[in-house]
């Protein structure tokens, strides 16, 4: 416990003096987010500060061995870090899917050389990942792609389409379900990673009702992926899927605790009603409606810590990041239906400066989507009841 408080001591004075003032406010939309990678386009010039000073002590991805660019940290240390980040208000320095869903899925299918070669710039936001996962006839039964990779010796020729691809336009590198196998549904799926630079890449983005376009169609004709790109065993890609989706889950369901919670949705309903006589909120329902929110995001908060601690620790249910997601979802949604309900009519405005070219309508509108992308919430809630409820299908 010694040991622990002095890290927690010197962790608190490394962040008071390295994470910069704008990086200790709530991220307010999406282009306060970090990416990173080849190209990295930053809102602020210190959301790069942050990013390269906590890549450099390898906390982007604490838990993660230091040889793979991580910190090293042990679970309890890791959770320090997270808390004292939190007491500061420090932003995640680095938005990633390579953290999030491709890393964990290196650390246990990759070689000693895929670990090598990508780990480190995942952990320094060199190179950008997408994932290549649905397709136009394999949504909801995604053993059902067809995008082939054709073995042709010394590489894989890689044709057909994949859909829905968040951020492809953006990314450097793609981790890519495809089909070795016909014969058989999930036993002839293998696993690629591959550059979106390669030829015969292209992609066309989707506009969304909200007027952005994260997600892209992503296009395959004829391109070369060496064999020594393939992660896990050749038509055993289903097992890889599986295990990323349980991490993919778990980051979709991070969104339930994002946005600053119930401190940034009173300020903004203060701005936009005012306060009562007694300096309260002056709306007495959306007051309610707010305070529910905050203790149903407070609840969700500690199932989510035990719940990561679970899964790192290897003794969570199979089902666990279907319950995380699903609610996550939920409250992410809720959360984004009282800054609309808190602004009114003048929350709807899509297109002047006041409105930041309608940031919130159309955050709002992009909520919708979250019932759908990482798995249909109809498709979690199936899995809860089979494998947590013991429901009959």
Known sequence: MEDLTQFRLETRAWLEENCP???????????????GGRNPVYAHPDQKVWMDRMGARGWTVPDWPRAYGGGGLSPAETKILREEMA??????????????????????YGTEEQKLEHLPKIARGEIRW?????????????????????DKGDHFLVNGQKVWTSYADQADWIFCLVRTDKSTKQGGISFLLFDMAS???????????????PFCETFFD????????????????????KYLLGHEREMISGMGLGGGGGNVLVEDALAAIGRDAQG????????????????????FAAMSERFIDELKAGRAHPAQPSMMKYYGTELNKARHELVMAAGGSDALEWESTASQGGAKPRAWL????????????????????????????
């Open 21 to 35: 003032p704008a990086m200790r406010t709530p991220a307010r939309g999406e282009k306060d987010a970090t990416w």
């Open 87 to 108: 007491r500061l208000q420090c932003r995640n320095p680095l938005n990633s899917f390579g953290i999030s869903m491709l890393g964990p899925a290196l650390l246990k």
């Open 199 to 213: 030829e015969g890449v292209s992609t066309k983005p989707i506009l969304l009702i909200s007027g952005y376009s």
């Open 280 to 299: 309260r909120l002056a709306d007495p329902l959306l007051r309610a409606n707010i305070a529910v929110f905050e203790v149903r995001a407070r609840a």
């Open 222 to 241: 004829n391109v070369k992926v060496p064999k020594a790109n393939l992660l896990g065993e050749l038509n055993k890609g289903w097992d890889v899927a």
């Open 130 to 150: 997408c994932q290549g996962y649905s397709e136009p006839n394999a949504g909801s039964d995604l053993a059902g792609l067809q995008t082939s990779a054709e």
């Open 366 to 393: 992009r909520t919708k989507a979250n019932s759908i992308e990482g798995g249909t919430s109809e498709i979690q809630l199936n899995i809860i009841a089979k494998r947590i409820l013991d429901l009959p299908s």
